[in-house]
């Protein structure tokens, strides 16, 4: 069963538990919240055709054992630049400091590859030693942009080898995220 925690404005206002987290992170329009609902098979996670609509830290507990965190996007919504400092400086210091989470997902659009926000945050959890695993989504999208850069485990240490590559629409390459966190 899988219960929604809260909606937290703050890293200090997040429940203190003893679960294991797995954190899901991406630009906006990235498919982050669609994706979190195929893997707990139920949509829990708020989506919307518009940028930037999960602006709070939200959590959700699966079977009273594992904790599912939807982070805010970050790159492209249509917010003031002090909201999205606030944002940033939020999701570095729940990096920083939320002992519990045991993976970050971080989400890249297959059709336009990482953008400087993507390599950005790649390049703060490589220099502060935050485990991290690229998961390319929309993969069932014609690709639209050729020249992608190319992620490299060699230039992220931090980097979990392993790319997954997913379809929220499509139900593919959910598996193997489901199998990460432990739902069956």
Not at 134 to 140: I, L, N, P, Q, R
Not at 142 to 154: A, D, F, S, W
Request: net charge positive.
């Amino acid at each position: 069963m899988i219960k929604f925690v809260g909606a937290f404005d703050t890293v200090s206002g997040l429940p203190n538990t003893v679960f294991p987290e797995y954190a899901f992170v991406g630009r906006s329009n990235v498919g982050k919240s669609s994706l979190i609902n195929a893997v707990v098979g139920q949509n829990v996670a708020r989506t919307s055709n518009t940028p930037g609509r999960t602006q709070t830290l939200n959590l959700f507990n699966v079977d009273d054992r594992i904790m599912i965190a939807d982070l805010p996007g970050y790159g492209y919504a249509r917010v003031s630049r002090a909201d999205a400092m606030r944002w940033l400086n939020r999701l570095e210091e729940y990096l920083l400091n939320r002992r519990q989470m045991r993976r970050l997902f971080l989400l890249v659009d297959s059709r336009i590859g990482p953008r400087d926000a993507d390599l950005d945050l790649m390049d703060f959890c490589d220099a502060h030693g935050i485990s991290y695993q690229v998961v390319y989504t929309k993969k069932d999208k014609r690709i639209r942009e050729h020249n992608q850069v190319e992620i490299n485990h060699e230039n992220h240490p931090a980097m979990i080898t392993e790319i997954l590559e997913t379809s929220a629409e499509k139900k593919t390459g959910i598996e193997p995220i489901r199998a990460i966190i432990g739902i069956k």
